[in-house]
Nanobody, 125 residues
């Protein structure tokens, strides 16, 4: 069982930056693929990016070049650095953990085993 807790959301102006954190419980954090998703009102949950197998990272085209995923396995934490934010980035952001190997990058939310509670990011124009 893994518990995930996101933090770092807030209100920011367009062009600004935020860094989200996702702290995980459990001793096997380093073996999990850690994904970030987001969900805007009235829309389906959308893949943002995923980190797996140490240094492998994959991003959605909509955030590539603006968002960066990093992880600190010693702290059981994964981060999402968001730069050059746009109003369309406004959403609740979730981190998720996936035990599977050999399937990443997995962009479907269905494949992830554990989810955090989400943190709101609002970008004003």
């Amino acid at each position: 069982q893994v518990q995930l807790v996101e933090s770092g959301g807030g209100l920011v102006q367009a062009g600004g930056s935020l860094r989200l954190s996702c702290a995980a419980s459990g001793r096997t954090f380093s073996s999990y693929a850690m994904g970030w998703f987001r969900q805007a009102p009235g829309k389906e949950r959308e893949f943002v990016g995923v980190s797996w197998s140490g240094n492998s990272i994959y991003y959605a085209d909509s955030v590539k070049g603006r968002f960066t995923i990093s992880r600190d396995n010693a702290k059981n934490t994964v981060y999402l650095q968001m730069n050059s934010l746009k109003p369309e980035d406004t959403a609740v952001y979730y981190c998720a953990a996936d035990r599977r190997v050999g399937v990443h990058p997995e962009v479907s939310a269905i494949g992830y085993d554990y989810w955090g509670q989400g943190t709101q990011v609002t970008v004003s124009s």
